[in-house]
């Protein structure tokens, strides 16, 4: 640094700097141990479009357009399109053609059309519409939970183990969500000891992967890292993926801390 002062090449000293602010390396993700790692070599991005976002259009959208738009996303390269949810049409009207969507689609050799399936009766209809692959769907919200589904977490999880039982003797494959897992339009805060709880139940239910949900899209950085430290604790993170809402413009944020904070592997 030439003829400059001791003070001035301290400051600048990258040695000094990291040990006068300690968050300085983390900053510059080279921070050593479990806290901040790589980012994986491989993320999975499952497509939930068919599903969660069309359910939410207040205008009914025309089978043969649903079947188009799978159809579309197949030709993108994505290995995991939810196609639909074999729920009630009293809950969800929008969803009342699965059974006509899932065998109108047309399927592709390399993607996986797994479909939403919140009970027993659901998943049979599911199976004789020709799934392969199912997803079940708890929260870590009682009170979310109570008005979503209509029962109690506990309740839910009764449900989802004669799901699964029956997924495990047909040889389909089940995929858990935990919704609320950032955040309750009902309840506020989720504390992340209620998230690891439940995400851990469903992967010893028989789940083989369990997607945490922002479903408020309230969730931040911050948030996101703090309940993905607990839930690593109990659930190894090969079994995590995060599904993150753009509500107030932090999914992308919350995205890139899942996959240096935990390494969590689907979107």
């Known amino acids: 640094m030439g003829n400059a002062p001791t003070a001035v090449k301290h400051c600048l000293s990258y040695g000094a700097l ?3 602010s300690p968050w300085l390396p983390w900053l510059l993700q080279e921070k050593k141990g479990p ?26 959208v025309p089978t043969e357009v649903k079947i188009l738009l799978i159809d579309m996303l197949s030709q993108t390269g994505l290995s ?15 969803m009342a053609d ?14 996986r059309y797994p479909v939403l399936t919140p009970n027993l009766q659901g998943f049979q209809a599911a199976v004789e519409a020709g799934a392969s692959e199912v997803a079940v769907f ?10 979503n589904i209509n029962c109690s977490i506990e309740e839910s999880m009764q449900r989802f183990e004669q799901v699964i039982a029956a997924a495990k003797q047909a040889g389909i494959p089940v995929r858990g969500y935990v919704s609320c897992a950032l955040g309750c339009p009902y309840e506020g805060d989720i504390q992340p000891a209620q998230v690891t709880k439940v995400a851990k139940r469903l992967l010893e239910l028989g789940c083989y ?19 993905l430290h607990a839930v690593t604790t109990e659930v190894p993170v090969r079994a995590l993926a995060v599904h993150c809402h753009d509500t107030y413009g932090q999914a992308l944020a919350n995205v890139l801390t899942a996959l240096q904070v935990s390494g969590a592997r689907g979107l």
Not at 46 to 53: C, F, L, M, N
Not at 138 to 147: V, Y
């Open 209 to 227: 992967e369990v997607s945490l949900g922002d479903t408020t899209g309230a969730g931040t950085a911050g948030s996101m890292a703090a309940m």
């Open 138 to 147: 708890a929260s870590a919200s009682e009170t979310f939970s109570k008005k």
């Open 18 to 20: 990291a040990g006068d």
């Open 80 to 94: 995991v399109i939810e196609a639909t949810s074999f729920v009630s049409s009293k809950w969800v009207a929008q």
């Open 98 to 111: 699965h059974t006509e969507v899932l065998r109108g689609i047309n399927r592709l050799p390399h993607v």
């Open 35 to 60: 806290d901040v790692h790589k980012f994986p070599d491989f993320v999975k991005i499952v497509e939930v479009g068919p599903r969660d976002g069309l359910q939410n259009e207040k205008e009914m």
